[in-house]
């Protein structure tokens, strides 16, 4: 019994602290990395930000819209178990004109499924460029804020805050941000979801 208490005493001593949380990052190529050397998109960017203390899970990717989005979160939800899911979808809703009332309830049912796997869902806000006339960008961008205050949310108003129009933090196709953009977007959001690890 002796030795069985010392090894008890002994691993609780040398054991590493377990994690705080586990964050899914659910989103489209603008989380996924898209044009990027591996390591260089924001949300590989927030693993090394935050250290092994909190493990953070990449489920996203390019070219999903919201209705794509919601098809996949049940999977991801129970294959990740995360304790926070930041949702940033809504760009390729936005970009291929579709209602924007569908793309809101879509991302509300998201919420709801986040929820009842016990995470904490996070919304990242997105804008349109102006081409797509003042109407419709307008009711896009607020269709975030609205959700957010409906449910509650933390929210990321927008995930290009302070370089939306630096054309040179963007790739050629003019739409994706480059690797310099990279670190300001980790940092946009981060500074929603930090409160949410304490």
Known sequence: MYRWLNLIVLVAAGAPPAL???VMVFGDSLSAGY???????????MQTELGTKHR????????ETTAGGLTRLPDALKKHKPDVVVIE??????LRGLPIDAMQDNLAKMVALS???????????????????PQYTAKFRDSYRALA?????????????????????????????????QPVMRDTVLKTL?????
């Not at 929820?115 to 006339?133: E, I």
């Not at 290009?160 to 310099?180: C, Y």
């Open 20 to 22: 705080a949380a586990t």
């Open 35 to 45: 044009g990027l050397s591996p390591g260089q998109g924001w949300v590989a960017l």
């Open 56 to 63: 953070i899970v990449n489920a996203s990717l390019s070219g």
């Open 89 to 94: 979808l809504g760009a390729n809703d936005g």
């Open 115 to 133: 929820r009842r796997a016990g995470a904490k869902p996070v919304l990242v806000g997105m804008a349109l460029p102006p081409n797509y006339g």
């Open 149 to 181: 205050r409906r449910e509650k949310l933390p929210f990321v108003p927008f995930l290009f805050d302070g370089f939306a129009s630096d054309r040179a933090r963007f790739q050629g196709d003019g739409i994706h941000p480059n690797a310099g953009a």
């Open 194 to 198: 930090r409160p949410l690890l304490r």
